[in-house]
């Protein structure tokens, strides 16, 4: 890949939303090593909260992948097999929320919290380029990309902020973040947005490119084009 920057592990990321993709997202990323904090402007699976009651619009084995499968059951500590959800309200009862109580992710969804604002961090001023004894040139290392500062609004009306290195948006179609810079721009990923106009609304298709975009948001990070905890376990 050789792409200019690279953001290892323990590198901040923030996750704005906490549906199906978002908490998947900061799942992988916890997996890696990264230090993520999901924020969500309402409550964990709140898209699909009105449809709670409808069945499960993809086979139950559909709906999960074999990382959220493991720290269920981890979660869990017993051998015995779990119960896939059927419905959607299951979905977000028996799966989505236990996920972010495991190890992985607890303590790191902010719930209640709208992000109005995302700003690029000043970045420090840098010390002019030494010269490589060696050559006798300047070492031309390229400067760092700035950190994001996202502003949100509490439900209790108090306004915070977070500095991280890295945004994944899963919001899905738009979002009504005011960004002082424009995109596309280092380290700012967005999920569920690539995928071509269909008249036909296939949420498993669209969760399965949801998760492959996140194995190329990590992949590029880390500039390892081979980066994929999903192959492994693939049958």
């Known amino acids: 890949m050789n792409h200019p920057f690279v953001l290892e592990p323990p590198g901040s990321i923030a996750v704005i939303g906490a549906g199906p993709l978002g908490i998947e997202a900061a799942l992988y990323g916890r997996y890696l090593g990264y230090d993520v904090t999901v924020i969500e402007a309402h409550r964990v699976g709140y898209s699909m909260y009105q449809r709670r009651e409808e069945p499960l619009p993809m086979m139950p084995d559909r709906c999960l992948t074999p990382l959220a499968i493991s720290a269920l059951n981890a979660q869990r500590g017993d051998n015995a097999p779990m119960t896939l959800p059927v419905t959607i309200g299951q979905w977000i009862n028996n799966a989505l929320l236990p996920l972010t109580q495991s190890d992985l992710l607890s303590d790191r969804v902010r719930e209640g919290c709208v992000v109005t604002a995302m700003d690029w961090v000043p970045v420090?001023?840098?010390?002019?380029?030494?010269?490589?004894?060696?050559t006798g040139e300047e070492d031309d290392d390229e400067e760092p990309p700035p950190d994001f500062r996202l502003t949100?609004?509490?439900?209790?009306?108090?306004?915070?902020?977070?500095?991280?290195?890295?945004?994944?948006?899963?919001?899905?179609?738009?979002?009504?973040?005011?960004?002082?810079?424009?995109?596309?721009?280092?380290?700012?990923?967005?999920?569920g947005r690539s995928g071509a106009p269909s008249a036909k609304v296939d949420p498993e298709r669209d969760l399965h490119v949801g998760w492959k975009e996140i194995v190329q948001i990590y992949s590029q990070l880390a500039d390892r084009e081979q980066l994929d905890l999903y192959r492994p376990l693939r049958g």
């Open 152 to 191: 949100f609004k509490r439900d209790d009306g108090t306004t915070e902020t977070l500095d991280v290195e890295a945004v994944i948006v899963a919001t899905g179609e738009s979002d009504e973040i005011s960004r002082s810079f424009s995109l596309p721009a280092v380290f700012h990923f967005e999920l």
């Open 124 to 134: 420090p001023e840098q010390p002019s380029n030494e010269t490589n004894e060696e």
